[in-house]
């Protein structure tokens, strides 16, 4: 199992910038691909990012795409989403996420990822 922490979430402008961090311990980061996840009220969780284990690969929703990138550190153990040109629309509760088994690519869908942080609100004002 592995214990995930997000932190960088909080209140910004309609067009402003959020830089999202999800610390990973417990197990060997680097063998695991990654993803952010989110959900507003009242909706279902949506996937927004993966990246694969080594970072070679990265996958976003159309709605993101353009917008954010997600990137990784395997030396510090961490994986980032980086959020531009934020919109209302894109206020949630946004987690990270550990995919179940190692050396698997990404996958959008969230039961393919065993472990999940609490959580982080980001808010977008117009």
């Known amino acids: 199992q592995v214990q995930l922490v997000e932190s960088g979430g909080g209140l910004v402008q309609a067009g402003g910038s959020l830089r999202l961090s999800c610390a990973a311990s417990?197990?060997?980061?680097?063998?695991?691909?990654m993803g952010w996840f989110r959900q507003a009220p009242g909706k279902e969780r949506e996937f927004v990012a993966a990246?694969?284990?080594?970072?070679?690969?990265?996958y976003y929703a159309d709605s993101v795409k353009g917008r954010f990138t997600i990137s990784r550190d395997n030396a510090k153990n961490t994986v980032y989403l980086q959020m531009n040109n934020l919109k209302p629309e894109d206020a949630a509760v946004y987690s990270c996420?550990?995919?179940?088994?190692?050396?698997?690519?990404?996958?959008?869908?969230?039961?393919?990822?065993?472990?999940w942080g609490q959580g982080t609100q980001v808010t977008v004002s117009s």
């Open positions: 417990g197990r060997t980061f680097s063998r695991y691909s």
């Open positions: 990246i694969s284990w080594s970072g070679d690969s990265t």
């Open positions: 996420a550990a995919a179940s088994r190692s050396w698997v690519y990404p996958s959008r869908d969230p039961t393919a990822f065993g472990s």
